[in-house]
């Protein structure tokens, strides 16, 4: 066994990448650093009893080149009798139309594809060939960004399945590797053009750090070992607190504006995880499941909502809107517009009518009020209403609130504007406009939930109408 398998051996053991059998999905570009893994993988397979097979994506984005990479990476498993698999895209179109960078869309492309083949085949791993190397430059471009402990942690060794079994492994020792073993690869015209962020950290950036440490690419490697070693510390605490104090997607606005500023970062950016990939399990996602951005600034909106004096205020976020509802904090990745109203309807006695946006079934009836029926007061849930026929002015509907709307309730000689009510009561403003209102063409009889007015009251003997709302 050659050195570099050994450390590459021992690299993998440590993070437990290797399967304990069935197959790891090699991903292959026929570059050295692929090639490399492909002939590490290949005698590894055979003395831990598990199989391969490999995967190439063409970007389409070098013409005759990108083919020839295709079909020189088929050869060399067609040579050593490995399944290939390989898909294609045209990167260009898919980064105009989600508004990606090249870099970007390659990579969503191309780890759809790994994870898609990965899931047909029914391999339990993904190896990718990132060395030392790869991760020193994505530190710096992270750190470029303004990354934080997440971000200046690197490239994981192991996310989901897929592991990166060169990622102690320098692209010296690759090329030495690559050297004694006589393997062959292709070499990416591209990757010595200063046209990407990547090959201008590779060519221009990292050289220079190495005039300050020739080893810089091992301190980075170390750098993001303690960066990771933080950020899995301070994370595991910020989802202790969703565990804890959070129903949801919903947390108590006090209690995160409390917390650290190093948890409350990590608790917001998993709620917004949580809510734009529809998993409230609070674990990051897959490699090809990566959330829209969320910038500092971002968080630093949301935490001065927790703070904000306007009990129904709101942000938004890239696929999300956060909305503080009085001591509420609520992230909502598909809100509806504060204005949303639902369409009012006119109860006819003897029919049913149902506002499906509510969720409300609403019947009407003639009746004949005694001491049976009982009229809702403040100690009820105000689902049912009676409202004495001949105080009736015109038609009854059933609407939501406009501007000026007041009612006088019946256990109170105060007349009150609705928006009032609806504060005292802690409506959120953008639900304001989908609560029920019972009227007349004099104006509010009642408030589904909150309470009646004391214009049509009925007393016994009197004919009445009867409204009910329902839960569908």
Known sequence: MSQLIGKILEFADEYEMLPGGGVTLVCVSGGADSMCLLEAMRHISYERDFGIAVAHYNHELRGDESDRDETFVMLICEHHGI???????????????????IEEAA?????????????????????TAHTMND???????NLARGAGANGMSGIPPVRDIVIRPL?????KEVRRFIDERDIPFVEDSTNTLEIHTRNKVRHSIIPLIETLNPRFCEAASTASQLFRADEEFISDIAALFITDCCMGLTTNAADLAVLPFSVSSRVIRKLYIMGTQGDNSGVFPAENKMPASLSFNHVLDVLALCSSENPSAGISLPGMTVYREYERIIFDSEPKPDDDEFAPIYPTVGKSFIILSLGLKISCKFVVYDDKIKLPTVNTTFTSFLFKSVDICGKIAVRPRREGDFIRLGSSSRTKTLK?????????????????????DNGVLGVYGLGVGDRAVPEPGDSAIQIDFEEI
């Open 83 to 101: 399944p290939f698999y390989s898909g294609r895209g045209d990167v260009s179109v898919y980064a105009k139309k989600r508004g990606l960078s």
């Open 107 to 127: 990579r969503d492309m191309r780890y759809e594809f790994f994870f898609d083949t990965a899931d047909k085949i029914g391999a339990m791993k993904i190896a």
């Open 135 to 141: 991760n020193a430059e994505t530190m710096i471009i």
């Open 167 to 171: 990622l102690k492994t320098t692209r």
């Open 420 to 440: 009032k009510l609806f504060i005292e009561k802690k409506i959120p403003a953008r639900k304001r406009a989908l609560v029920p209102i019972i009227c007349d």
